[in-house]
């Protein structure tokens, strides 16, 4: 789920790898820490997505921001067996990350942790915005990317 996270932000494999390093150390340095006011893994998203966004910020402008995803490093569990109906679906799901990285910051960060199956609730905490404002973000989110794939199928 971490490394899906730094995929999600960064492009290139190795700065990738690095950052995913990075996250798991502050977890690591950060264990003593934690002291049960949300889960284990509302916990571990907020030092994921904070590691991540923090690098973002550092490298600004840099040419290792992601600009789209690189569907190898997607995770696919549910293939059809049919090669042809997973090349469509693999396009999709590239086209559909590529969407995701045109979003804001925040926005890439909600839709990626919901995308991730966390609650609302979880998604909040680790943001740092209300539920009710998740709610609406990720409702217009969805809208502006059903747009998208609209376009695309067209």
Known sequence: MIYRL??????ESDLRKDLFQNILIRIWRGLNSFENRSSIKTWVYRISVNTCVDFLRREAGNKYISKHMDINDIEVTDRSGNLDEDLVFSEKIAFLYRCINKLTLIDK???TLYLEDLSYKEISVI???SEKNVS???FRIKKKLNKYLREYEE
Not at 6 to 11: D, E, K, R, V
């Open 136 to 138: 609406v973000k990720l």
């Open 127 to 129: 943001v740092g915005i």
């Open 6 to 11: 730094c995929c999600s932000y960064i492009n």
């Open 109 to 111: 960060t909600v839709i």
